[in-house]
């Protein structure tokens, strides 16, 4: 089959470890790149600053002309490739009409959201075009198992849960001595949001003797912010080699799970056990029955208890090392990395489309 994959491409951890496992499924893979059409170069040049802003106004809105270029060039994209099927990441930026016109022109239309368009917390116009091309979908994963509810009621016939991954290229243990830089014995590798992971920060900036490292976004957004900067001087996120290296250069592992989304698992859960480390988690059910309790990994419900256990397995390395051996196996064994969840959507399509 011939696939044409539609994502802004402004990382490569969603749509760009799918057309590589597509790839090595022995399809043809196309890229469609919506970021192209929304990135611009920042310039001190107050003219093209005012640009800027006009278009990074655009892309927050879902309109304006530069979100209109992007779909007609996806309908020209789609004349020119001829792809059996569309694969769209989010799909935010494409527009209902965009999506009926595709289909029209006899391609299997398929979507993907990482985010909850249901969340009353995002602004109602985030996620309307995708909220009004949900009928339009020939199949639609979501993210959590709540939202495949919501694309049933929403009018799509074939839905289903697609979960985050791994990719092995890039999460997996180092055997060399960690990098200075990024060895600690607790380290959270993530965003700020205000859903009450400031409460566990706190907790921990109150723990004496806990080396604690923090990496990630938005992080001058916190309450906290004036005591993490004095603490870690400005905090920026990791990519690639760089957080692969923070993961093992970690004794134990955070994960807190965003309430925007309402999230009961996340990419992380995945990243660390490939990483061979620790994982302490924020409990859901969900989540305990990926990794058991006690067995594959540990789980907190309070500051209090996440702090509690932070000391017990700083103290007891042996009960730690083989909770996170054990996690990785049930990783490798259950299998979460990239190439399961492309061929979860290969299959499924093929079966479709016949």
């Given at each position: 089959?011939?696939?044409?994959?539609?994502?802004?491409?402004?990382?490569?951890?969603?749509?760009?470890?799918?057309?590589?496992?597509?790839?090595?499924?022995?399809?043809?893979?196309?890229?469609?790149?919506?970021?192209?059409?929304?990135?611009?170069n920042?310039?001190?040049?107050?003219?093209?600053?005012?640009?800027?802003?006009?278009?990074?106004?655009?892309?927050?809105?879902?309109?304006?002309?530069?979100?209109?270029?992007?779909?007609?060039t996806?309908?020209?994209?789609v004349?020119?490739?001829?792809?059996?099927?569309?694969?769209?990441?989010?799909?935010?930026?494409?527009?209902?009409?965009?999506?009926?016109?595709?289909?029209?022109?006899?391609?299997?239309?398929?979507?993907?959201?990482?985010?909850?368009?249901?969340?009353?917390?995002?602004?109602?116009?985030?996620w309307?075009?995708?909220?009004?091309?949900?009928?339009?979908?020939?199949?639609?994963?979501?993210?959590?198992?709540?939202?495949?509810?919501?694309?049933s009621?929403?009018?799509?016939?074939r839905?289903?849960?697609?979960?985050?991954?791994?990719?092995?290229?890039?999460?997996?243990?180092?055997?060399?001595?960690?990098?200075?830089?990024?060895?600690?014995?607790?380290?959270?590798?993530?965003?700020?949001?205000?859903?009450?992971?400031?409460?566990?920060?706190a907790?921990?900036?109150?723990?004496?003797?806990?080396?604690?490292?923090?990496?990630?976004?938005?992080?001058?957004?916190?309450?906290?912010?004036?005591?993490?900067?004095?603490?870690?001087?400005?905090?920026?996120?990791l990519?690639?080699?760089?957080?692969?290296?923070?993961?093992?250069?970690?004794?134990?592992?955070?994960?807190?799970?965003?309430?925007?989304?309402?999230?009961?698992?996340?990419?992380?859960?995945?990243?660390?056990?490939?990483?061979?480390?620790?994982?302490?988690?924020q409990?859901?059910?969900?989540?305990?029955?990926?990794?058991?309790?006690?067995?594959?990994?540990?789980?907190?419900?309070?500051?209090?208890?996440?702090?509690?256990?932070?000391?017990?397995?700083?103290?007891?390395?042996?009960?730690?090392?083989?909770?996170?051996?054990?996690?990785?196996?049930?990783?490798?064994?259950?299998?979460?990395?990239?190439?399961?969840?492309?061929?979860q959507?290969?299959?499924?399509?093929?079966?479709?489309?016949?």
């Amino acid at each position: 089959m011939r696939w044409l994959l539609s994502e802004d491409w402004t990382t490569d951890i969603y749509a760009e470890p799918f057309f590589q496992r597509l790839a090595g499924l022995g399809e043809e893979v196309h890229a469609f790149k919506e970021g192209a059409f929304y990135q611009i170069n920042e310039s001190k040049n107050r003219l093209r600053a005012t640009g800027s802003r006009w278009v990074r106004a655009q892309h927050r809105l879902r309109l304006g002309p530069r979100i209109a270029r992007l779909n007609l060039t996806l309908l020209q994209t789609v004349e020119n490739v001829k792809p059996n099927v569309l694969f769209l990441f989010r799909g935010d930026q494409v527009w209902p009409a965009t999506l009926a016109a595709v289909k029209q022109r006899g391609v299997y239309v398929v979507g993907w959201h990482n985010d909850n368009p249901f969340s009353p917390a995002y602004p109602w116009y985030v996620w309307r075009h995708f909220r009004l091309s949900i009928p339009i979908y020939d199949r639609l994963y979501a993210y959590r198992t709540s939202n495949v509810e919501d694309f049933s009621r929403a009018g799509c016939g074939r839905t289903g849960q697609l979960r985050s991954f791994y990719v092995r290229e890039r999460n997996y243990p180092i055997q060399a001595s960690p990098d200075p830089g990024f060895t600690s014995e607790v380290s959270f590798c993530g965003h700020w949001e205000p859903d009450g992971r400031d409460d566990y920060i706190a907790a921990l900036l109150n723990t004496q003797g806990v080396d604690f490292r923090l990496w990630g976004t938005l992080w001058e957004r916190s309450g906290l912010s004036c005591r993490l900067m004095h603490r870690f001087g400005p905090i920026t996120p990791l990519y690639k080699e760089r957080y692969n290296a923070a993961l093992n250069g970690t004794k134990i592992g955070l994960v807190f799970l965003s309430g925007l989304n309402r999230d009961t698992y996340t990419r992380r859960c995945f990243e660390i056990p490939a990483a061979g480390t620790f994982m302490l988690a924020q409990y859901t059910a969900d989540l305990a029955a990926m990794f058991a309790e006690g067995v594959e990994a540990e789980y907190f419900r309070s500051p209090v208890e996440m702090v509690g256990k932070i000391r017990y397995f700083l103290n007891n390395e042996a009960a730690r090392v083989r909770i996170a051996a054990a996690g990785r196996e049930r990783l490798l064994r259950d299998g979460h990395e990239a190439m399961d969840r492309a061929r979860q959507v290969y299959d499924d399509v093929r079966r479709d489309i016949g």
